[in-house]
């Protein structure tokens, strides 16, 4: 079962929705994440399909969170997620991996920096993820 009950509450506490920023350079994935945001009011949704567009997004926009596929073409998530925590060190950013290994996330030096989702994801998974990210960014002191 999907729970939005508490991200809806925090939205309308902080009186406006999430922006999202989901990265990952296969369309299947992209529209499994983007049905997120015809459920809920309280989440908006952007879409970047490579590191450098996404690096390109975070600087033009406020977002609350980033989903990070690791392996893309243009810019690797791993290094898109380190420039990330450059630009926004407290943005969070959840890391969404099919076939990348635990020990290209403790090379890179990401581990930390970023919660882990394995694919294939459920979308009831990617929301509940979503939801822990956003409680600690908001309430967690880490801003
Ligand atoms: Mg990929």
């Known amino acids: 079962m999907i729970k939005l009950n508490k991200i809806e509450e925090m939205a309308r506490q902080r009186g406006r929705s999430f922006r999202i920023l989901i990265v990952d350079d296969e369309p299947r994935v992209q529209d499994v994440f983007k049905e997120f945001c015809t459920i809920t009011p309280s989440v908006e949704v952007d879409l970047a399909a490579n590191g450098l567009d996404a690096i390109n997004k975070v600087r033009a926009n406020n ?3 980033v989903t990070m596929d690791l392996i893309m073409p243009e810019m690797a998530g791993v290094e898109a997620v380190a420039k990330i925590k450059e630009i926004k060190p407290h943005l969070p950013v959840i890391i969404i991996t099919g076939n990348a ?9 990401i581990r930390g920096a970023a919660s882990l989702l394995y694919k294939p994801v459920l979308l009831e998974d990617f929301v509940d ?13 880490t801003r």
């Open 101 to 109: 290994t635990e020990r290209l996330i403790n090379q890179a030096g």
């Open 129 to 141: 993820e979503v939801t822990l990210a956003l409680q600690k960014s908001t309430t967690g002191g």
């Open 63 to 65: 977002y609350d969170l």
